[in-house]
């Protein structure tokens, strides 16, 4: 039986977003969320009932059309309406675990209590999550304020029988699929529709599955780096905690001390050297991939608050007998971290690449291109500029989303976001990373071969025998692409101490 998770006010961690991404678990709604949501409801219908006075979303109509007034036999149509007429994401279509981390973060946003939304609504939604039916949404669409209008369209449209869906490996019409599971469509009330487009859950998707892998490279990049000084026969002197002490920035005196204690007990870092001094891509790995630490850390509160946060609008009060209009949708907070979290991991890649470059230049008694019989065989020339490319794309993708904005609605919803951009910017460098890893992962393991008899330290060692498994040393020149398709599912699949 797989585990539940129960939706709540508790506060999600990136540990319970990742369980509920990568651990097959359901969902279900915890009394206290029921009780939130069924609670406001009532309120809305109650206040619907008791008076005519404009409630922007409610019985108005939306961004420049607030002051259309919707007469109530109206209301449920407006409602379907809204959803209809914004689902016009284009572009490639979202990939699907980000698609179900939007689902549950959709969820998680409407237990609060201060939607407005059905219990049936939100229920319906739980169902989807758990049966893996995973609305066909599209990159393109969301400018980040009013909410992720365009793709969270996409995502409500099989609530009502619209739009397609995959379910069990296939692409389906919604209707087809509500038919197979013998599920009614539903029907929204006043609000509903708002409260599912209005929210930043298509970027806080983008950013939460980020923030995961941003984590897993962090571990990663510190573990290769650490080969590569190695395989460089680097010097340990810059990681001395002397130097770290009267500089504490936090992630730099912690990338020092993984690196120190990832090359104990290694023959050759204790081996007399030649050379006086490092270049910087090596000597300066803790305050590179320290300020990087820092930055990722910055950004996952950011994310850690959006998630567990009401984004939608209006917002409903019922203890206090309030419906505030306002701009919780507004996704500067995520654009802003997104853009930052997006410079932090391409410096990681750009600094990799200038490791994989100094190992195969032919310095420190090691062959150029790190081949045996060069000439003949390239051996690792190539590679090199495949990482060159993707740093460089890495470069041109980093340049800010958060400073654009263009006007929209009329001139209602006049400042913008461009969130989503950012989102899928960064979730494109986190990609291109994986592979810049890996290039540099294959020249570091490939450098070493030239430092037998002399071992790495105990940990590398296990690592790089593991890696050997699915890449072999190279001999003489093969289809490297092959290789680097097999590294790169290698850093996303090997397991990572804590």
């Not at 990482?387 to 460089?392: E, H, R």
């Amino acid at each position: 039986m797989k585990p539940t998770h129960y939706i709540s006010t508790q506060t999600l961690t990136l540990s319970d977003l990742d369980h509920i991404l990568h651990g097959h678990s359901k969902i279900a709604l915890s009394e206290e969320a029921t009780q939130k949501i069924t609670r406001c409801r009532e309120y809305l219908d109650q206040k619907l009932t008791s008076s005519a006075a404009p409630i922007y979303g409610i019985n108005t109509g939306f961004g420049s059309l607030y002051n259309k007034n919707i007469p109530t036999d109206q209301l449920e149509q407006l409602q379907e309406n809204l959803v209809m007429s914004h689902a016009c994401g284009t572009g490639p279509e979202v990939p699907r675990e980000i698609v179900l981390l939007m689902l549950f973060l959709k969820v998680q946003s409407l237990s609060y209590g201060n939607s407005g939304v059905q219990l049936s609504t939100t229920q319906r939604l739980v169902d989807m999550f758990n049966q893996r039916v995973l609305p066909k949404i599209f990159e393109m669409g969301s400018l980040g304020a009013s909410g992720d209008l365009a793709p969270l369209a996409h995502l409500s449209l099989p609530l009502i029988g619209r739009g397609e869906v995959h379910y069990l490996g296939k692409i389906y019409q919604s209707d087809e699929v509500l038919k197979l599971l013998g599920w009614e469509s539903l029907h929204f009330k006043a609000k509903e529709g708002l409260a599912l487009l209005n929210g930043t859950q298509f970027m806080s998707a983008y950013g939460t599955w980020c923030l995961l892998h941003a984590h897993r490279i962090l571990k990663l990049t510190n573990l290769i780096s650490a080969l590569s000084i190695d395989a460089f026969d680097g010097r340990m002197e810059p990681f001395d905690s002397l130097v770290h002490d009267i500089r504490p920035q936090k992630g730099q005196v912690r990338v020092a001390q993984e690196i120190k204690k990832l090359l104990e007990g290694s023959q050759i870092i204790s081996q007399p050297k030649k050379h006086v001094q490092d270049p910087y891509s090596f000597r300066c790995i803790p305050q590179v991939h320290g300020a990087s630490w820092d930055a990722i850390q910055y950004v996952t509160d950011v994310f850690l608050t959006e998630i567990n946060s009401v984004s939608d609008n209006p917002n409903i009060f019922p203890e206090e007998d309030r419906i505030i209009s306002a701009g919780n949708f507004h996704g500067q907070p995520l654009a802003l971290s997104l853009d930052f979290l997006a410079i932090a991991l391409a410096e990681l890649g750009s600094i990799s690449e200038r490791r994989t470059f100094q190992l195969i230049s032919g310095s420190r008694d090691l062959p150029h291109y790190l081949v045996a019989n060069p000439g003949i065989n390239s051996g690792l020339m190539i590679p090199q500029y495949t990482a060159a490319s993707l740093v460089s794309q890495n470069k041109q993708l980093c340049t800010p989303a958060s400073i654009d904005s263009i006007v929209s609605s009329n001139g209602q919803e006049d400042h913008v976001s461009m969130g989503a951009n950012a989102a899928t910017k960064a979730y494109r460098i986190v990609n291109n990373l994986y592979s810049i890893l890996a290039v540099e992962l294959i020249t570091a393991t490939q450098a070493l071969q030239f430092r037998r008899p002399l071992q790495t330290s105990s940990t590398l060692e296990q690592f790089v025998n593991t890696f050997r498994q699915a890449v072999p040393f190279i001999e003489r020149d093969r289809v490297l692409h092959d290789d680097m398709v097999r590294a790169e599912k290698f850093l996303k699949e090997v397991k990572l101490s804590n």
